[in-house]
């Protein structure tokens, strides 16, 4: 099992905070957000990691392997995930974004689940959006799973909290085979279309392509970091319960 950080992006919303470092090196409670990953992953027991580098790249000094998006402006998430194709033809990958945090609990459920493209979720949504927004519905995205737990609908804008059984954590994994698929979904899609292609569009479109998408609930704490108000929320609650992220 190896994995692969996607840190191309810059982060506009998180203001000068990233006017000459990469979002992923902002600072939650004392730790860069990309730290707070690789302990998680390192701790989950993959050793073997990847860094898709974009925006401020030369400032990543990890001992680790590293593909870069040099189209990082002008293009989504999916075109970041196509530059580590090389890893994710040959081994089973976890995925992950890297303005997130979570504990190695996280990790090892998705490397347990047998599926060949799986996905993280968070059912217990509603708190953590609560306390980010005056609006959870706001921000937050549909997300529907069939009887077998495999994903329906993503990304959509939601209407009311029934057309969401939880949030997507921006963590996944591929296997080759899961991997062999998405590439010959991408393949029949425009260099433009891939260029605005962001990730839960590509796995709505998987999944309504007939591609299986297995949906693994996790309910330790995990935190999305979008904007300066989250790291003031999070920095408080880090600070109330002495450093212990996983809050639930």
């Given at each position: 099992m190896k994995a692969i950080i996607l840190a191309a992006g810059r982060g506009n919303r998180m203001k000068m905070?990233?006017?000459?470092?990469?979002?992923?090196?902002?600072?939650?409670?004392?730790?860069r957000l990309i730290d707070w990953q690789l302990e998680a992953l390192h701790s989950a027991g993959i050793s073997q990691i990847a860094i898709v580098r974009g925006y401020s790249g030369d400032s990543f000094k990890f001992d680790v392997t590293y593909f870069d998006n040099p189209r990082w402006a002008q293009t989504n998430m999916v075109q970041s995930l196509l530059c580590a194709a090389e890893?994710?033809?040959?081994?089973?990958?976890?995925v992950s974004y890297s303005d997130i945090v979570y504990g190695p609990k996280t990790v090892q459920r998705l490397v347990e689940c047998p599926a060949e493209i799986s996905i993280t979720y968070d059912p217990n949504w509603f708190k953590l959006w609560s306390m980010r927004f005056k609006e959870p519905l706001s921000d937050a995205e549909t997300f529907q799973l069939d009887e077998?737990?495999?994903?329906?609908?993503?990304?959509?804008?939601a209407k009311n909290v029934d057309e969401i059984q939880g949030q997507y954590m921006g963590l996944l994994k591929f296997s080759p085979q899961g991997w062999r698929s998405t590439e010959n979904f991408l393949e029949k899609l425009s260099q433009a279309e891939i260029d605005r292609l962001d990730m839960t569009k590509l796995l709505q479109?998987?999944?309504?392509?007939?591609?299986?998408?297995?949906?693994?609930?996790?309910?330790?704490?995990?935190?999305?970091v979008d904007s300066e108000y989250d790291l003031g929320i999070y920095n408080k609650l880090l600070s109330d319960r002495k450093g212990i992220i996983w809050w639930r």
């Open positions: 905070l990233t006017g000459n470092q990469p979002k992923c090196f902002t600072e939650l409670h004392g730790k890893w994710l033809r040959e081994f089973e990958c976890i077998a737990d495999q994903v329906v609908e993503i990304g959509n804008r479109s998987l999944a309504s392509n007939g591609i299986n998408i297995r949906a693994v609930p996790v309910n330790d704490g995990w935190l999305e």
